[in-house]
């Protein structure tokens, strides 16, 4: 199945995410799944330096795994969990969850049989390496991405906005 090293290596990331993925949001302590976290943040970190992707992976642990977290502890800790933890009980739902769930769970099967591996672009490793990784990222986010770049800042501060309101109950 896994023939050679690089395929192993892949895998055992993979695996090692998707297994810390579902751990990270199971935990009842919420101090737990931040430290979960952590370890995913470095697999995460991990497989970018398999993909040869050294910039990226630097900015994942010092972002993510340093200031992101952090503020997640914070926040964590700003919050009276202890009375959201009493209160209403989520375990209720359990049958609504499942079947929004496993319609996401057909959903992403459903894309994934119609994947098809696009064609290597023009971005090659060799063009990288010559104009360095921070270069091209930077190109292709403010030309050919800016776009989701735009939307993924704005839902970076609509999560900020909607930290600061928990955080002033």
Known sequence: MFNTAPQLFFAYFSAVILILSVVVITRKNPVHSVIWMLFLFFHIAGLYLFL?????????IIIYAGAILVLFLFVVFLL???QEIRGKSYIKLWPI????????FV???TVLRSFELAPSGQYTIELIKKETHTKILGQLLYSEFLFPFEIASLILLVAIVGAVVLAKK
Do not use: H, K
């Open 52 to 60: 040869n992707a050294e910039f990226i992976a630097a900015i994942q």
């Open 80 to 82: 009276n969990l202890r």
């Open 97 to 104: 969850t499942l079947i929004f769930s496993s319609s996401i």
């Open 107 to 109: 959903i992403m099967l």
